[in-house]
């Protein structure tokens, strides 16, 4: 399905527009496949591979730009790589989409992505979902970052699985100058992150531990700094893994 006939890509609307002048047949978004695949797709990702279920669940996606990189990076060859994309998406574990699901066997997992400088604090987060509950009795979940050659400095903060995201309204309580600055006791108190790793810069690396001690859920936001330029973006990697 064409970026362009999905006006997906603003700067080709124009033409686009031109083409159904001369009777090119617009594609109906509304159309619930085509709903499953834009929810799917990814932000800067031009080309998207999805696998949705017959009742239109997106159940994976890869980015296939990158794809024969990451086949390369993992000693794999593109149709292993394919297979286990496949093979990852038919079982649950969604790659692709946000949520990585570490076990005793696959204890350590590697993500690349992006993330942008909110206009306005607290907006456009980058979420990745991760599922260590196969470690009953808990351990040290390790998060190694590293970010990316573009202009943003990014901001990491690690949630429980069930907490909120900070929203652009101030929570009860919090004076709205605080919530809008960003730092202080006050601020991290009120952010309620279990760990956080402030303003990694361009082509830096960060890490964040943090001991459990029974399988749980967590978040892991990620954002621009907010010494960043609004608006810019960046690339990010982190591997994640439990000892």
């Known amino acids: 399905m064409s970026n362009v006939a999905f006006g997906r890509t603003p700067n080709k609307r124009a033409y686009l527009a031109q083409r159904i002048q001369y009777g090119f047949e617009e594609v109906d978004t509304t159309h619930p496949l085509a709903q499953a695949v834009i929810d799917g797709w990814h932000l800067h990702a031009p080309v998207d591979c999805l696998v949705i279920s017959p009742e239109l669940e997106v159940m994976g996606r890869q980015d ?8 390369m990076d993992n000693g794999l060859s593109q149709a292993e790589g394919y297979r286990l994309f496949l093979s990852d998406a038919l079982s649950g574990k969604r ?13 350590s997992v590697e993500i690349m992505d992006t993330f942008q400088t909110p206009m ?10 991760i599922d260590a509950t196969a470690f009953e009795d808990g351990g040290t979940l390790t998060l190694d970052i ?33 919530w809008e600055r960003q730092h202080g006791d006050a601020y991290v108190e009120a952010l309620g992150a279990l760990a956080t790793k402030w303003h990694i810069g361009p082509e830096k690396t960060g890490k964040i531990t943090y001991f459990f001690d029974q399988g749980k859920l967590f978040r892991l936001c990620i954002t621009g700094s907010v010494y960043s330029v609004k608006g810019s973006l960046n690339a990010f990697s982190v591997k994640i893994s439990v000892f």
């Open 120 to 129: 306005v604090p607290h907006q456009d987060y980058t979420v990745l979902e």
């Open 146 to 178: 590293g970010v990316g050659r573009g202009q943003a400095a990014g901001t990491f903060y690690l949630f429980d699985g069930d907490k909120n995201l900070p929203t652009e309204k101030a929570p009860e309580g919090v004076p709205a100058s605080v």
């Open 95 to 107: 790659p692709g989409l946000g949520r990585i699901v570490l076990t005793r066997v696959c204890s």
């Open 64 to 71: 296939a730009n990158r794809f024969f990189g990451d086949c």
